[in-house]
C-alpha cells in the first residue's frame, strides 16, 4: 500500500525528476506533470518498476491559464498528500530589450500556475487535516536581479507566498515548505540563456542534491530551507546588506 499520493510539476527533467524519484523511493504513488509527454511516461514506467509504486504521467502546459484546473479535475478521485510546485523558467536580458510574451509566460508558471495550484490542493488537504505542499523557489528569492529580473521577482514572490502560507495553515496538520536553491546542475541555464554569466560558471549543486535537501525539509515539516551551506551563507549576509549594493552585485553576476 502507498502511503499516498504525490504530485510533481516539472517532473521531466531536472529538480522536478529527483524529487519525483524521492517520493517515489519513500512509497507515494507519483503524477508526474510537464509538457514532455514521452519523457515522463518514461520516467513514470521507470518508478513503477523500481518501487512497486503506481506512476500517471500527466501532460500540461502551466503557461496556459486554464492548466490548474484541468489537472486537479483530472485526478478529483485522487487525494493528493504531496503538492511539489517545482515547474518554473528564466529569462535573461535587459527588460527594455527582452520578450514580454516569454516574460508572460514566465509569469504564469513560476507565480500564477503556483499559486492556483496551491488554492485548489491546499482545502481538501485542510479538510483531511493531512497534507504538504513544496514550494521551489530560489535564493533569487533574495536580491533584485538585474538582467533577470521578472525571474528573481517571480521567486520573491513563491518565498513571501509560502511563509503566508505556512502560517495560515498551522494548526490544519498541512505543513507549506519552501526551498531555495542557488545554481543547479540542469538545463535551466541553458534555456534563460545564461550558461555565459558569472553566476552559472561558479559553484553549482546537481540537482539530486538540492532534491534530497528539500525533500527532507518538506517531511520534517519546516517552513523554509537554503539548500546548500554556501548558499546559506550568502544569503545570511545578503540579509545584512543594502538593496541598492545586492542590486549592483547581481547585475555583475548575471552580465
Known amino acids: 500500500m502507498a502511503r499516498g499520493t504525490a504530485l510533481i510539476t516539472g517532473a521531466s527533467g531536472g529538480i522536478g525528476e529527483e524529487l519525483a524519484k524521492l517520493c517515489a523511493a519513500g512509497g507515494y504513488d507519483v503524477v508526474l506533470v510537464a509538457r514532455n509527454r514521452a519523457a515522463l511516461e518514461a520516467l513514470a514506467a521507470s518508478l513503477s518498476r523500481q518501487h ?13 491559464p486554464a492548466a490548474p484546473p484541468a489537472i486537479f479535475q483530472q485526478v478529483r478521485d485522487t487525494p493528493i ?65 538585474p538582467f533577470m529580473a521578472v525571474y528573481y521577482a517571480s521567486k ?37 540563456g545564461a550558461t555565459g554569466t558569472q553566476i552559472f560558471r561558479g559553484p553549482a549543486m546537481t540537482a539530486s542534491d538540492v532534491a534530497r535537501e528539500a525533500y527532507d525539509a518538506m517531511m520534517a515539516g519546516r517552513r523554509e530551507r537554503i539548500v546548500g551551506a554556501r548558499n546559506r551563507w550568502m544569503m545570511a549576509a545578503a540579509r545584512l546588506a543594502p538593496r541598492a549594493i545586492l542590486a549592483g552585485i547581481t547585475r555583475r553576476l548575471n552580465s
Open 52 to 64: 512497486g509504486i503506481r506512476a500517471r504521467a500527466l501532460a500540461a502546459d502551466l503557461a496556459d
Open 81 to 145: 498528500d504531496i503538492l511539489v510546485n517545482n515547474a518554473g523558467f528564466g529569462l535573461r536580458g535587459a527588460y527594455a530589450e527582452t520578450d514580454w510574451a516569454v516574460e508572460a509566460r514566465m509569469i504564469q508558471v513560476n507565480v500564477a500556475a503556483l499559486a492556483h495550484l496551491a488554492k485548489l490542493f491546499l482545502p481538501p488537504m485542510i479538510a483531511r487535516r493531512s497534507g504538504r505542499i513544496l514550494n521551489v523557489a530560489s535564493t533569487a528569492a533574495f536580491v533584485p536581479g
Open 156 to 192: 520573491a514572490f513563491v518565498r513571501s507566498f509560502s511563509e503566508a502560507l505556512a502560517n495560515e495553515a498551522a494548526g490544519t496538520g498541512v505543513t507549506v515548505t519552501v526551498v531555495c536553491p542557488g545554481p543547479t546542475r540542469t538545463g535551466f541555464g541553458e534555456a534563460a
